[in-house]
């Protein structure tokens, strides 16, 4: 079966399911960032097992479900959880799922993650705008181009969209919001970073670092899909200089769920608008 038969085989198993729902916003939900699940209302789960050729989610803090709904008056479809590189997928697998979102019809992808901080600006629990990112993970259009989704090299000047960031930004405003906004940097992990990667990846420009995210980002931006980035900021890269701090993965997922909250308020206003 080609990639494109596996796409289009999920892709019929969850239209089925949506008993004429259209999704117009995609969602995808990052470690420790369900909680935007829990406001969806008239929720429809679909479990990632139960869609046929679909990896399913192993990482702590993401539950594996597709939820279908309604937020801010507008349908969604809404990723519990994603999947990473580091899982031991490939990365047509990684990227599955937008392109299901895709083939259902979504008009905007927001994606959110939790990152830790490469600039000694920001703080556990800042909320950061993705401007932009730097892919060092494989990039996902490598191999056969499909020529239905779009170009062989698609742009990505603008990955996130200029118009979603600055009425996010209004909006936290008017919230009173503190945000950042940055450059995020997606490597393979799942090791986190050594103080050295720490400041590399400052030196080269990015404010925050992850294992997720621009596979996602670059497939929507591939079918032409406007972008919304938020990252978590759940540790800093200064806490390397202590002897005796080490990087938690519960931890992390702690952080972000307490932030969660603020994404939530923006996620939904923001989708109110569209």
Do not use: W
């Amino acid at each position: 079966m080609s990639y494109a038969d596996t796409i289009h085989l999920a892709s019929d198993y969850v239209k089925g399911r949506l008993n004429g729902r259209e999704p117009l916003v995609g969602i995808v939900l990052g470690s420790g960032l369900g909680k935007l699940a829990d406001q969806i209302e008239d929720p429809l789960v679909i479990p990632y097992k139960d869609i046929p050729g679909f990896p399913v989610s192993t990482a702590i803090g993401h539950k594996g479900n597709f939820i279908v709904g309604t937020l801010s008056g507008k349908t969604v479809i809404a990723m519990q959880g994603r999947i990473h590189y580091y899982e031991g997928y490939g990365m047509n697998l990684v990227v599955l799922p937008i392109r299901v979102m895709e083939v259902i019809g979504i008009k905007y992808l927001f994606v959110s993650n939790a990152a830790g901080g490469t600039n000694l600006a920001f703080h556990v629990g800042d909320l950061m705008i993705i401007k932009d990112h730097i892919n060092l993970l494989p990039n996902p259009l490598i191999g056969p181009n499909l020529e239905e989704f779009g170009p062989r090299f698609p742009d990505m000047t603008r990955p996130y969209d200029p118009s979603l960031i600055r009425q996010a930004e209004k909006i936290a405003f008017k919230e009173g919001i503190r945000l950042q906004k940055g450059v995020y940097v997606a490597c393979t992990g799942p090791s986190y970073e050594t103080p050295a990667e720490y400041h590399y990846f400052g030196t080269i420009g990015a404010d925050a670092v992850g294992m997720s995210t621009t596979p996602e980002v670059i497939v929507a931006r591939h079918a032409g899909i406007p972008v919304f980035g938020m990252s978590v900021i759940t540790d800093v890269a200064r806490a390397t200089d202590d002897d005796d701090y080490v990087t938690d993965g519960e931890a992390i997922v702690k952080a972000a769920d307490a932030a969660a909250d603020k994404m939530t308020i923006i996620f939904k206003k923001l989708i109110a608008q569209l």
